[in-house]
């Protein structure tokens, strides 16, 4: 289910810290903590979650390979 409103109510409450997961290729998941926040998509518009990652990391070549993420 999304409710991104509800989200952006709970990020100010973590000092927008969340768990973001990913599938990694053979189907397991892999979790991390980040910081998140909900802002308007840079192309297409409309509210999106947006996360800090770094640009090699683990979850960014997940969600690359599959976009399926539960935060």
Wanted: proline content about 4%; hydrophobic content about 45%.
């Amino acid at each position: 289910m999304t409710d991104l409103a509800a989200f952006a109510e709970l990020i100010p409450l973590d000092h927008g810290l969340c768990v973001v997961s990913t599938l990694r290729g053979d189907g397991s998941v892999q979790s991390s903590v980040v910081n998140a926040g909900v802002l308007e998509h840079p192309v297409r518009g409309g509210r999106v979650v947006g996360l800090v990652a770094v640009g090699g990391s683990r979850k960014l070549r997940n969600l690359r390979a599959d976009p399926r993420v539960t935060v």
